[in-house]
DNA sequence: AATGAATGAGTGTTCATTCAT
DNA sequence: AATGAATGAACACTCATTCAT
């Protein structure tokens, strides 16, 4: 199972110029399986790992089926890829927040708020995460990639945590995963299950005014849950 | 899309003489629909409505498979079936729970508890769910089946947090919808996302401590958040 | 895997002429396997295991693909049961020959003008063994049929050597296994490398007069290796 | 599908000037088609022309399966070249067994021996044979290697049979063709049938014992029929 | 000389659905 | 009421072969 074995990187020479005589990617290989892979996740967060076809996914982007093959093995093998790298994505979103230096009740805040915003630019990972539990998670189960990108994921929450404990903004006893899910489930429910949702409660939950109610009652109900 | 309310529950009452008078059972007919009924339920919530195999819910309903066409039509029509009666078994399980006449505080744990333990106890509900939202509500978008059943479906709420506002124990401004969805966001998206929940965070979510664990945050949460 | 189970038999109600009524077979499960099994055995045969195709087999068999997985449930499973017809016809043509009667010189030319006949005559089978045996026996390594039909078959040729040492015309000491062999070998191998042999002999094998030079060559071997 | 018959053998004429100075081992090209040859001959005697992958004889031969249309032009190219090689060989072989100056019925032992022994070590030889005659001889049809390397194949027993018949140890009026193709029959047949011979027989017939058993009876067997 | 990327036509197999009884 | 037979379109996946470097 051959896959991004067109490493070859540091091939700029001395002397040429930072970015700029990018060498046109030899016959595209990664370029390709970029394609393949942005295809692929969007896909399969459109109709799940079955719903999916393998030549929708080829077509889409403009690579031959016998690529996707060629690269990632099988469908499953591209699905388990496209997974890791939604959650490879998420986290690296994450990281980037840098809520250290933040005054914890508003690292708290922001972190509510950059969850909901990324459920909401990114429709695409609620519904990779669904299929991938639709299949009891067999495909994450042994991936060394998502276990490496998921260590100390609750750090920052635990510092946030310990901050606000000690200033007194944050009651103690607070469980960080209990709190990282409560977060995130605030969000994802009402985003996955928006179809649903709008019809049952009679109105569109994804109108604008319907959105920002909800992250501001998201915010409120999660300060309320940490406060001292 | 045929309806079929299938009614029959207890029907050999003891004193009734042997097969006496009784009305000779329209053979089987309704027996059929119902194996095909909660085979269907199975099949869908275990492999989502593209994934399940119109022949194994035949098989597994010992029911021939243009049983599943003369009743329903079509496995979409099955599909649509089978979440009507999920949400209806929800729906009557919420009203039989007759909180009116408990003190606000102790009705709303009672909610958040029963809620936790229904998706626990069903957790085909939670699969078919996200099934449909995958397909972006469209087999529920015109069910009249579905709208008339989660009519008032707030009522329950509000009134027990109007209660709560006027004995001062819950404070005011609630909205009811936001509180019923964030009830169940916080049992649901850890239940449906257990598999990669476990992935990510290293632990059995599903081991009864955790469970334990869980349902003990979620309800010191919603309480936390409707306070005055 | 389902097959032949259109097991219907004895429905010839009391009254009905013996064969006369034959009921027109339902919708005539039992003859579409027969068609398929007949054009799978001309295709694997012209073609072997792998370059049969299955889309061939059911075009020529006049039904549809389908059809072949409804009743034999793969391609390889397809395949053993062509195999398994083609060892049980030729061992009941054998059968039927009833050598017993016959004085043991001439049953045994008897036996190898029907051998190298029944090469000739179904050349299918030939092929069929080849395939098979290209891919190591693996599809009838565990076939209970092959076994059952393949038992005791040296007998015939063990009796009709006892007869004719018993009477002096045959040498004894010979092993029925071998000569069975032999006799097999020396029709099959001509017959099975017709082609390369007309090259590598720069001469039409297939020929009538070769034929027949063949077929009395092997006759007049034959015999010579058992003659007292 | 293109033929493309891959000239390349001996086209450097004696006499031609330029390269005159010793040509410096064209690199490996020589040793890489090599490597081809021997790991198509393999795949193609382990799952016949259809079977084989040109992958995977690339990939055995460690070469790139470019390299295999470079030299040898398609996938039936290199098929009739491998075939063309496995007849070299074997009548290579043949001739190095010079039998002329030995006693003729140890002469005929000797190649009933050789021929035994060169398929029980050689059974490549075998499958491809097959191979090719299930194909109608279609590769070796117009093979001028072929007709050329299978020129006289007859001289041998010819003479063998002559002074056999010269001596009084043979009879007359025997067919060196027939006997050719019997010598070649008896134990090309026990072998290429293994498999199937071992099922119907209910023995291992490649047990050493067994091959010991057969060896000597095909021996036996050429003799008598060849005897005055 | 040698190689990885790319392809289109095809493989066996599966599926929801309809037909005939 | 119930069933086995039948279907055509599609599916994931494969292959020999060619292109570009």
Not at 18 to 27: F, L, S
Request: glycine share 6%; net charge positive.
């Amino acid at each position: 199972m051959t896959q991004a074995e067109s490493r070859e990187g540091t091939d700029s020479l001395p002397g040429t110029s930072p970015e700029a005589t990018r060498i046109p990617r030899k016959r595209d290989a990664e370029a390709t399986q970029k394609r393949i892979l942005s295809s692929a996740k969007h896909e399969f967060a459109m109709s799940g790992l079955g719903g999916a076809r393998v030549d929708v996914i080829a077509e889409k982007a403009e690579a031959n089926k016998r690529m996707i093959y060629h690269y990632f093995g099988s469908k499953e093998a591209l699905f388990t890829k496209v997974l890791e790298e939604a959650y490879g994505d998420l986290y690296e979103a994450e990281r980037k927040l840098k809520l250290d230096h933040l005054e914890p009740k508003v690292a708290l805040e922001r972190f509510v708020r950059f969850t909901w915003n990324y459920y909401l630019e990114n429709p695409d990972f609620i519904t990779l995460v669904n299929s991938e539990n639709l299949h009891k998670g067999a495909h994450l189960e042994n991936s060394d990639v998502l276990k490496s990108v998921s260590k100390n994921r609750l750090h920052m929450l635990e510092n946030l945590l310990a901050r606000g404990q000690k200033s007194g903004v944050f009651r103690s006893g607070i469980d960080a995963m209990q709190l990282h899910i409560s977060i995130a489930a605030l969000g994802y429910y009402y985003l996955t299950n928006r179809y649903t949702g709008s019809i049952v409660f009679r109105c569109d939950l994804m109108a604008p005014e319907m959105l920002k109610k909800r992250i501001e009652f998201n915010v409120d109900s999660i300060i309320r849950i940490v406060s001292a």
